[in-house]
């Protein structure tokens, strides 16, 4: 169900700035719509985002429901080491959803 | 004037339903816009939370976002810090804000001397036309904001479901 898109380079050299893409795959109801019949319909949104590298953190974003559809974020890191990042979505209703990508630092 | 159309009690969503009525029924999708929307007031109280008391700077930070919007569902908006990111001296966190959709967050990006450059890039949902704020906080305490008007023609948020 919850499919994750991560893009990272697979080589980089030591120091350089490299950027990396993510996509999630979710509905982010944001919890201020009605149905037909005037129902609210809940609020369904990931509400943070994690991404580590080799186990430390590197970047976190607080999501709000004025993320769009399927969360997209891109941000930048210095290579610095080869390892493997790691990613996780965390949201309403449980949501909890993991990614990992791995670098060649040369 | 008839009851009918004192602006009070004539809502939009009796309009709508009326033209539901006067078409095929069930053809015209009916949107039931809530009044639901953050204020001004409430964009500079989200403000005053993040910075407190300190004195908050226009520079620094650049907001990439389309000036006129069509579909306010899915607005791809960047937003960037000319200030470098060394272990002494960087961005610790980004925050948007808004000043019309139903609530005034939009996101907080925390980020570490190791990102390299101050920039993230995601999409976003405008309830209206609006301005956008983007403050950032520097590891010495200082903030930094810019906003930028929006013009969206097709409204996100609020509208009904399919």
New interface residues.
């Given amino acids: 169900m919850a499919a994750a898109l991560v893009n990272v380079p697979a080589k980089a050299k030591r120091g350089a700035v490299i950027e990396i893409k993510t996509l999630m795959s979710h509905v982010m109801e944001p919890g201020y719509r009605h149905t037909a019949a005037g129902e609210m319909v809940p609020r369904d949104i990931v509400t943070s985002f994690v991404c580590r590298f080799n186990g430390t953190e590197i970047f976190r974003a607080d999501l709000f429901p004025a993320i769009a559809a399927n969360p997209f974020l891109s941000f930048f890191t210095t290579a610095g080491e080869s390892g493997r990042f790691e990613f996780e979505w965390i949201g309403d209703n449980g949501f909890v959803a993991n990614a990992s990508a791995a670098i060649t630092v040369e | 004037m008839s009851s009918m159309f004192d602006p009070i009690h004539l809502s939009r969503r009796h309009l709508l339903q009326l033209a539901g009525t006067l078409t095929a029924a069930g053809t015209l999708?009916?949107i039931?816009v809530?009044p639901?929307q953050a204020t001004p007031a409430m964009l500079t109280s989200a403000i005053r939370n993040l910075v407190g008391e300190a004195n908050v700077r226009v520079g620094k930070v650049r907001l990439d976002i389309p000036p006129l919007v069509e579909n306010g569902?899915?607005?791809p908006m960047t937003v960037s810090v000319d200030h470098p990111?060394t272990a002494e001296s960087y961005v610790k966190s980004i925050h948007v804000f808004?000043e019309k959709?139903?609530?005034p967050?939009?996101?907080?990006?925390?980020?570490?001397p190791?990102?390299?450059?101050?920039?993230?890039?995601?999409?976003?949902?405008?309830a209206d036309s609006q301005k956008v704020v983007a403050i950032a906080k520097l590891s010495d305490g200082s903030f930094w904001s810019v906003s930028v008007d929006v013009i969206v023609t097709l409204a996100?948020?609020?509208?009904?479901?399919p």
Avoid at chain 2, 105 to 112: C, D, G, M, Q, W
Avoid at chain 2, 114 to 126: D, E, K, S
Avoid at chain 2, 156 to 161: P, Q, V
């Fill in positions: 999708p009916l039931t809530r639901v569902n899915t607005v990111m808004n959709n139903p609530q967050n939009v996101a907080n990006f925390h980020l570490t190791r990102a390299g450059r101050a920039q993230v890039a995601t999409r976003i949902r405008l996100a948020c609020t509208e009904e479901t």
